[in-house]
Nanobody, 117 residues
Framework: QVQLVESGGGWVQAGGSLRLSCAAS????????MGWYRQAPGKQREMVAI???????NYASSVKGRFTISRDNAKNAVYLQMNNLKPEDTAVYYC???????????WGQGTQVTVSS
């Protein structure tokens, strides 16, 4: 069973915007803090943004003010609005429940974001 499906990635020029979507199973989504993570070539996976089940958010300093994480609890979905994209944002982006990510479980295929200069 595929429990997390990311979409919305693509190729954009620096300064552009993308909106990523994550469709999650109820089992992995409901009542859980959800996060967006990214992994650039040759680098470790990085937590980009978190939204708790109650809607509180937190962001990596590198994306603060540019990215917005949100969730739709009725749809078991989490989103990442990315504005003013920079080349250093280039990575594969993944969503996951925090509790799952912390034990290395549940990762989907991710969606590629490429930002050119």
């Amino acid at each position: 069973q595929v429990q997390l499906v990311e979409s919305g990635g693509g190729w954009v020029q620096a300064g552009g915007s993308l909106r990523l979507s994550c469709a999650a199973s109820g089992r992995i989504f409901r009542g859980k803090s959800m996060g967006w993570y990214r992994q650039a070539p040759g680098k470790q996976r990085e937590m980009v943004a978190i939204v708790t089940s109650a809607g509180s958010t937190n962001y990596a300093s590198s994306v603060k003010g540019r990215f917005t994480i949100s969730r739709d609890n009725a749809k078991n979905a989490v989103y990442l609005q990315m504005n003013n994209l920079k080349p250093e944002d280039t990575a594969v982006y993944y969503c996951n429940a925090l509790v799952m990510a912390n034990i290395g479980r549940g990762w989907g295929q991710g969606t590629q974001v490429t930002v050119s200069s």
